[in-house]
């Protein structure tokens, strides 16, 4: 019975980090594994007056089917906020309302990726696109992550040597590692791709969660209709509803609506309706705010407890923004024993390796630190540096 | 440009229906267009109320990622109905909640097809499983509907002199044609499909919109695991939630997972969350029973007034549930040139032929009964049938 199975997905075993999670979600166990925004930021009481609202109002007609592309008016949002936050110029036409971001990686895969085109993704990468983009076959290429984003150098090599379809990147903030290129990588990446005949998949999902003065501008900006941006409103407003988009030129955005009607024909529409409503009643910035200061005062915990109590042979990023921080343990040493010993007391992160699509990454981990206080931060590094420091001896 | 999109995705064309309903959305447009549940069954005081209460017992709990899987108390809802409806003993773990019914479709096209798989659908059949199965580039191969639903023995032919990875059928009040399979021929289906190597996806969002007294039992129940079953919310709750979900046996399960995951990683959490406090607290068999009793008058007045207003020489499908009628125009009449005719005196439908994968189907035409009145009904029909009458002569 074992080629019923399409061949896309014979090889793929169940996710390593759903069975990971599986052991953090006990509540006695400190978590810095999973991938889960502050719930104390979730807009609860503005979003059950916004349920009422648009009920009240528009009873039946906020339950029908509805569009494939989305609610009209929160796409013109979208786009009106590309204007404001970084004067870029957006249809409302060129946003397409999606499951999260995470379906919008699907339908870019399915509208662009060929059996063995090659496909070209950070290192590390973020695991629900290698999930997402294996299941159509490709031939992964990898160019590494450094501080302040990829080699533009390196991805001119690249795409000299082989013809990259589709290049997928997380450009600020990236999960898992914080990572966000610097303005001139971002310049010198669209520069680079202008060159070659590669679609840039801009996934988007953390951006608005700066701890920097001045907003991160999109790579699109630079590169205008070669790329295709990704965004969300699971970490600004709520994860539950999955509510994401697309942002494409029209060439694009006929074939992505063609494979968004095939995947779902559209997505949950009262919840476009309560969110359009509560970002019409609520200014979005303001609670943007709230959420940017507590992340960062949390960052800074988990840096500053890396700092007290992990020996000084680590390595680790400092992300100015995002949920998660990554960390390089010396060579030799591997973070899947170091799960194993820290889970027995306790604290779960996520082990480097299933970041790497072609193997590696042995002595790197992840942490995310959105979805804990300071305190509990605090306690939970001090675990994991006595156990790293036992590690090194 | 053009070869940058992927094979499966080249040939394809924007939806014809979606042209067609564009200009069917005119209010002023009598419609039998669309395939819309009557709005005025949409529980709104019920959701109302579901939704301030979820929030008030476990805000920020019901805004927060979720498991791939969904909410396990709705999918032991949703094992128990099937064993309460028909005495089939399905487990919780049997069951994966999706975007509704059509995300199923995509799901099982990718977990089992592979390019140029031969995919069995009925002729003719349904239209988004026609776009969904299309992009993974199978051959497909078809069944025709007979009025108490395909020929077994056709089906034994076609599956000895083919290898079929997959069939995809409605048995229970078909979109398009709101054809039933009979008890003997779901028992035949069965024991044919028992004897080759086919995955058979029984699509099922319209079996409890029934007419008789009796329940309508699904194939699964004849042919156990070999058969994944989905299932849909939209059309006795409401269809804005995109809320679905495929029974499939372990085996396929662990595969479908890993697929929703990298799909869009979970079905939208607070709408599970909403549709199972609407089911704990509702009698929903009261609710189901409305519906039926509305959509059966619709129907019963539809077909009354085929036969006052049409010529004798059409045929008809008589509907024992669903929302769709199916007709045939006698050989060499265009139902596309009926549709350009009726639309200028505002009365919409749907022409056959997308329904027909690999052509043919021109005369034939779909009704939806389900979101129009009695006497728009009426009114409809009667322009309907005398352009038909004018096209004869």
Redesign the interface.
């Known amino acids: ?1 074992k080629d ?6 014979r090889k ?1 075993q ?2 390593f980090i ?1 069975e990971i999670l599986k052991s953090a979600a006990d509540p006695s166990v400190i978590s810095f594994a ?4 502050n ?2 930021f ?1 807009p ?1 009481q503005e ?2 007056q916004a ?2 609202t648009i ?2 109002t528009d ?8 569009t ?1 592309e989305g609610y009209p008016p929160l796409r013109e949002y979208i786009a009106k906020r590309y204007l404001s936050n970084f004067g870029m110029h957006i249809e409302p036409e060129d946003i397409l309302i ?3 971001s ?2 919008g990686i ?1 339908l870019c895969a ?6 063995n ?1 090659a496909v070209l993704i950070e290192e590390p990468g973020y695991l ?1 696109a290698i ?2 983009l ?3 076959s490709p031939r992964f290429l990898t160019i590494p992550l450094n501080k302040d984003g990829i080699d533009p150098s390196c991805l001119a090599d690249i795409c000299t040597r082989e013809r990259i379809k589709l290049f997928y990147a997380v450009p600020t903030f990236q999960n898992p590692s914080g990572t966000a290129y610097s303005l001139e990588i971002r310049r010198q990446t669209a520069q680079v791709l202008q060159q070659y ?1 590669t ?1 840039f998949v801009e996934d988007d999902p953390y951006g608005e969660i700066t701890f920097r003065t001045e907003p991160v501008t999109p790579v699109k900006k630079y590169l205008g209709d070669r790329s295709i941006l990704l965004g969300s409103f ?1 970490k600004i407003v ?5 509510l994401g988009w697309i942002c494409a030129s029209r ?1 694009f955005m ?2 992505l ?3 968004k ?11 476009q309706r309560i969110v359009f409503e509560l970002l019409s009643n609520h200014n979005i910035d303001d609670h943007i705010a709230k959420i940017r200061n507590a992340y960062k005062t949390q960052r800074d915990a988990m840096i500053k407890s890396i700092q007290n109590y992990f020996p000084l042979e680590i390595d680790y990023t400092q992300p100015d923004g995002g949920m998660f921080l990554w960390v390089t343990l010396p060579d030799g040493l591997s973070s899947l024993k170091l799960f194993d010993q820290a889970i027995r007391q306790k604290v779960a992160f996520v082990p480097g390796t299933p970041f790497f699509v072609n193997g590696g990454g042995e002595n790197t981990l992840r942490l995310n630190f959105s979805n804990s206080d300071v305190d509990t931060i605090d306690r939970g590094m001090k675990i994991l540096g006595e156990l790293i420091k036992k590690m090194l001896t």
């Open positions: 019975m019923k199975f399409a061949l896309r997905i793929t169940k996710s759903r999973g991938g889960l925004p719930p104390d979730f609860v979003i059950k349920c009422t009920l009240e009873g039946p007609g906020v339950l029908q089917y509805s494939t999606t499951n999260g995470q379906q699907d399915k509208v662009f990726v060929n059996e085109d629900g999930q997402a294996s299941l159509y005949d679609i699971s709520v994860p539950s509803f999955r060439e006929d074939k609506i063609i494979a009607q095939g995947a779902d024909l559209h997505t949950n529409y009262f919840s």
